[in-house]
């Protein structure tokens, strides 16, 4: 309804169709887990930085990984994340004081970590509620690691995740330098564009699903008709090359600004198109709720990061230095 934790939501959905593929589960997850502790991360951080730590609702597909490896998961019906009786997620009051409370601490001195997370806690649980300890599943109590490993089997450290970007050596792993990546994680792995769009399809194509760091603020965007492509006016797709991308990366008209889950893909019109699971208000505009239709050119110019199951790309890991 009202968040900025799209990072969340995609990732989430991502995972549960990694369950399926590996498993056969259908599990509806828990969305707000992570972001419940990846709050909680960020402001330890702030204060152990004295201020000198972005604190804001976005961060990384990693960031969900990296919360379930530490804390575990937990299905939809144990946490729903939430307290309002109209069942909407609505962060907007949450937010608002979470950053009031951090710089009011920073303006009287108040570094202790401890004291200043225990606070922060009072209003995610208002909000939010507490991730139970314990919960059932299918008539027997685990908890949320235990359903992690033995439930949902989902490996934290068999993900990767790619950049296409001049600023940094390919075939290497490196820091993805945007806001969002508030804890400089420097795992990511950097690959010219080619094969940055070849490792994409070929997952996608091979029936895996892919998440999405995108930027959704280009022209081609069309919430009522559900599709995201590059016009000719802004440049020919045959015109879309390495510099062209690091062009709009680095005069800011490119940004990491949205999460989105890949669900599938077809052959139309000469082109590739790949349908992606969108949990931002506009994918509600058109005829599907909550999906958006994105052609490859889009992918090439405005896509900034993907994250696939290392398996998917099996042999492009084995250029990685």
């Known amino acids: 309804y ?22 056969g589960q259908k599990i509806k997850l828990a969305e707000i887990a992570p972001v419940y502790f990846e709050y909680q991360a960020k402001a330890r951080r702030y204060f152990d930085e004295r201020g000198d730590s972005v604190f804001g609702e976005g961060s990384e597909a990693n960031a969900v990984l990296r919360m379930m490896k530490r804390h575990g998961a937990w299905p939809l019906s144990a946490y729903p994340g939430l307290t309002a009786k109209d069942g909407r997620h609505d962060h907007l009051r949450l937010f608002r004081e979470a950053q009031a409370l951090l710089q009011s601490l920073a303006a009287k001195d108040l570094w202790d970590a401890d004291s200043g997370v225990a606070m922060l806690k009072v209003l995610l649980d208002r909000t939010l509620g507490v991730p139970p300890g314990t919960f059932h599943w299918k008539g027997k109590q685990m908890d949320p690691k235990t359903f992690l490993h033995e439930v949902l089997k989902l490996d934290t450290g068999a993900y990767v995740e790619f950049l296409s970007t001049i600023k940094k050596p390919f075939y290497k792993r490196c820091e993805f330098e945007v806001p969002d990546n508030w804890w400089h994680d420097k795992s990511y792995i950097n690959i010219p564009l080619d094969d940055f769009y070849k490792a994409f399809s070929g997952a996608v194509k091979a029936g895996y699903s892919v998440v999405l760091g995108i930027d959704v603020s280009g022209p081609g965007k069309d919430g009522l008709h559900d599709v995201m492509f590059v016009p000719d006016y802004d440049i020919p797709a045959n015109r879309i090359d390495q510099l062209s991308r690091e062009l709009r990366i680095y005069n800011g008209t490119t940004t990491d600004d949205h999460g989105v889950h890949v669900v599938g893909w077809m052959n139309y019109a000469g082109h590739e198109w790949f349908l992606i699971k969108d949990s931002g208000r506009s994918a509600r505009r058109g005829k599907f709720k909550g ?12 896509v900034l990061s993907f994250m696939v199951h290392k398996d998917a790309v099996a042999e492009l890991m084995k250029k990685i230095h």
């Open 2 to 23: 009202y968040t900025g934790t799209c990072w969340s939501f995609s990732t989430t959905s991502f995972l549960e169709s990694e369950v399926i593929r590996q498993t």
């Open 291 to 302: 999906y958006y239709f994105v052609r490859d050119d889009y992918i090439k110019l405005k």
